[in-house]
């Protein structure tokens, strides 16, 4: 008789999204939210705040980066075109190219500073396209996860699904803290991305590097790690579906609708 093949530790499995993205709720992938019962109102929304606070506090490093950054270009390039023109070598042509210049910096500048603003405060059309704000997170997270040990690694899914900017900001973002916070050793972070005819799912996975893998000493983030019913009142708020299992963490978010019209600004 045949010996039975000697056991092996198992793995992390992909995660199925054939499941994930069915109409129904995912009450049986893991953990389900608390019953909502049993917060009031008022206690949610309270913690719903104080879950954005903390993240939007997480975040601010990369947010501050990202404003600099363009302002930091407009400087550099009005004190260049100041220091040519004290030395009087800069002739019609050049000045017209680099006033263009600088007109396209600032404009970049202000867009840039008003993206951010609009973590605090979310504008009027308050959607964006699944894929699109899925790489805006992981780009704005990436580096400094990177001098942590970990490699951020998308997989969008195909397809047009509009959702709610500002709760994919935050739960993804949140997510994304999460796992790290919790993870015991670097390794590679995986988002990614399906569709359904009603919601967009986004399943966040931690998983650890192969033994013997050299890699950078994780970092001691200094932070306290995000709390997870306050991430989930913020979730509720928002009218996600929120899971954590294990080492994935899974987003459900409802088709965003646009309910008023937008304002028109004065010309």
């Given amino acids: 008789m045949a010996k039975p093949p000697p056991q092996t530790a198992l793995q992390p499995q992909p995660l199925n999204f054939a499941v994930l993205a069915i109409e129904h709720p995912l009450a049986s992938a893991g953990t389900p939210l608390p019953a909502n019962q049993e917060i009031s109102p008022q206690r949610q929304r309270s ?9 939007l506090r997480r975040l601010t490093p990369p947010l501050r980066h990202d404003m600099v950054v363009h302002l930091q270009s ?31 910096l600032s404009r970049q500048a202000v867009k840039r500073c008003l993206e951010v603003c609009e973590w605090m405060e979310a504008g009027e059309d308050d959607t964006v396209p699944l894929r699109e704000g899925v790489a805006e997170i992981v780009r704005l997270v990436s580096t400094s996860l990177n001098f942590r040990g970990f490699d951020l690694r998308t997989e ?24 790290t916070d919790a993870a015991p050793a670097p390794g590679e972070v995986a988002v990614r991305t399906e569709i359904s005819s009603s919601h967009g799912v986004v399943a966040v996975e931690y998983q ?14 200094g932070e306290s790690p995000l709390a997870w019913p306050e991430v989930q009142s913020l979730a509720n708020e928002h009218g996600v ?25 004065p010309v």
């Fill in 47 to 55: 913690l719903a705040r104080a879950a954005q606070s903390d993240i």
């Fill in 74 to 104: 407009l400087g550099m390039m009005a004190e260049a075109l100041n220091a040519r023109m004290e030395r009087g070598v800069v002739n019609q042509d050049d000045l017209a190219s680099s006033v263009s210049k600088l007109n396209r």
């Fill in 208 to 221: 650890p590097l192969p033994e013997g893998s050299s890699f950078t000493q994780l970092h001691d983030a």
């Fill in 156 to 179: 969008l899914g195909d397809g047009e699904f509009e959702v709610s900017r500002s709760a994919l900001r935050f739960l993804l973002a949140a997510a994304i803290l999460t796992l």
């Fill in 241 to 265: 579906e929120l899971l954590r299992s294990g080492l994935a963490i899974i987003l459900r978010l409802p088709r965003a609708v646009v309910t008023s019209p937008l304002k028109m600004v």
